[in-house]
């Protein structure tokens, strides 16, 4: 059954947004990232790529003054939201007495817990300082929902969505891609929030794979490979692994991976593969 939603004004509108903050008497916090859309195309295209029906049940990180949280709400499916500002949460509660609002950190929230309780679609204006953060948690909680869709800066989303043998290839697409196809769905200007912050944002989107590129034996293994060998990514990846991670390093010659490459030269599946047989070679 879908929430009566309430009559507050059109929340993607400056003049709303100010009035309500006016009456809230506050003023947008920067260290929040609260930077709040007034675009209601872009918030169109948020929810379109979500791909909800009404037999999802969605997760938005950040409602703040609730314009996603309003058109989440009207398609129907079940609504949890965390909001770590009080004055939001608090306007949130009688804005929308019906959605389910954890007033915490959301770096602090058990997601394992959320999702195997069902959470199978997230979307949101993820604010700027914990976006990155977040996402990297969500890709390490079971079990991975199926699709999210946020909005994050420019550079954030050229991280989440780059391909081997760019600049911005490393540690951040290989997580992302691994489980999911990820994709930029749309650059958006400053000019579509209030505040207008410093850079471009874009919406991303990720769509889980029906099987994830590799199977990765050792998580944790993995995860400490990809960082170290990334944390001098101009470095040849085999002088690299010599002098920092030895036991990587043997695995090179077994796993067909050219000593000469830097890290960005190689793709998700033979970061897995040299994992697993160093793994192997203990
Ligand atoms: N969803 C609204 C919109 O699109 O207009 C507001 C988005 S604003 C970019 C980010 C929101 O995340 C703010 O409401 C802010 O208070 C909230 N927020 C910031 N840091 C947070 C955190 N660590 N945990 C939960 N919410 C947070």
């Known amino acids: 059954m879908s929430e009566t939603i309430p009559t ?19 003023r947008p916090n920067k260290g929040l990232g609260q930077n709040y859309l007034i675009d209601s195309n872009i918030l169109g295209i948020l929810v379109d790529a979500a791909k909800i029906s009404e037999s999802d049940r969605l997760l938005e990180i950040g409602p703040g003054l609730g314009a996603l949280t309003q058109a989440l709400l009207a398609v129907g499916a079940p609504l949890t939201a965390i909001e770590k500002d009080k004055t939001m949460v608090s306007h949130l509660r009688k804005t929308f007495p019906h959605l389910t609002l954890l007033e915490e950190d959301v770096l602090d929230v058990n997601l394992n ?24 948690n969500a890709l ?26 760019g600049k911005t290839y490393g540690p951040l697409a ?12 749309k650059k958006v200007s400053p000019n579509c929030f209030l505040p207008a912050p410093k850079v471009w944002s874009a919406v991303v989107k990720f769509q889980k794979r029906p099987a994830p590129l590799a199977e990765v034996t050792d998580p944790e293994r993995f995860k400490q490979l990809v960082k170290v060998a990334f944390q001098q990514r101009r470095k040849q990846i085999g002088s690299n692994l010599r002098k920092n991670l030895p036991r990587f390093f043997r695995g090179l010659e077994s796993c067909g991976i050219d000593p000469s490459l830097r890290p960005e030269q190689i793709p998700i599946t033979q970061w897995v593969a040299l994992a697993a047989c160093a793994g192997n070679a203990r």
């Open 8 to 26: 507050v004004g059109k929340l993607t509108s400056p003049s709303v947004i100010c009035e309500l903050l006016n009456g809230l008497g506050h």
């Open 174 to 185: 290989i997580w992302s891609q691994l489980n999911y196809e990820v994709t930029s769905v």
């Open 140 to 165: 390490e909680a079971r079990p991975l929902p199926e699709c999210m869709v946020f909005l994050v800066q420019k550079e954030v989303a050229d991280r989440l969505t780059a391909q081997p043998g």
């Open 113 to 136: 817990a959320l999702f195997a309780g069902d959470v199978n679609k997230i979307i949101a204006n993820l604010p700027y300082a914990v976006g990155s953060r977040f996402i990297v």
